[in-house]
């Protein structure tokens, strides 16, 4: 089996078995320490194809910085688009907003370790626009459209 085959499966067993997938729990219960909560909500969605993401993420705010305690996410999709939502979630849980603002196009095409077309590049960059897009929207700030990903 080549290394891309290893890889292509990987995304097939993300997309059939997600592990943040509508596993969040909109209470307001405080998830770690004591600091300030932060609830952020966002939907998406890729219009070309019909993929939707909507992510929800719970912030905790400690000494002015808020770090991600929990995400999750929900939506319908492809293969890909559903499988970088999930993966998404393996490294930007523990990122605080900055981070997470700050996360590349190249970084989430290295996580999902496949080779990303131009054609597929809005379905593996539909949740990071709904992550990065909630985070701005909580800052109230101007949001992110596909031409900030250079597609």
């Keep these: 089996m080549c290394t891309m085959d290893i890889y ?3 995304i097939l067993d993300r997309y059939k078995k997600p592990f943040y997938k509508d596993k969040f729990n909109l209470s307001g219960k405080r998830v770690a320490g004591s600091g300030k ?3 952020v909500i966002h939907k998406e969605a890729n219009h070309s ?5 909507e992510v ?3 912030f905790v705010e400690t000494q002015n910085l808020a770090s991600l305690q929990v995400y999750s996410f929900s939506g319908n999709g492809c293969a890909i688009s559903m499988a970088s939502a999930d993966m998404l979630g393996d490294v930007i849980v523990g990122m605080n907003m900055e981070d997470i603002l700050n996360f ?4 989430l095409y290295e996580v999902l370790g496949i080779e990303i077309s131009v054609r597929r590049s809005k379905c593996a960059l539909l949740p990071l626009l709904a992550i990065q897009n ?3 929207g909580h800052q109230k ?3 992110k459209s596909w031409k ?3 597609i």
Excluded: P, T
């Design 8 to 10: 292509a499966q990987n």
């Design 49 to 53: 194809c019909g993929d939707v993401v």
């Design 104 to 107: 590349s196009k190249d970084e």
């Design 56 to 58: 929800g993420m719970k």
């Design 134 to 136: 909630g985070v701005l």
């Design 148 to 150: 900030d990903y250079h």
């Design 37 to 39: 909560l932060n609830l």
């Design 141 to 143: 700030e101007a949001l």
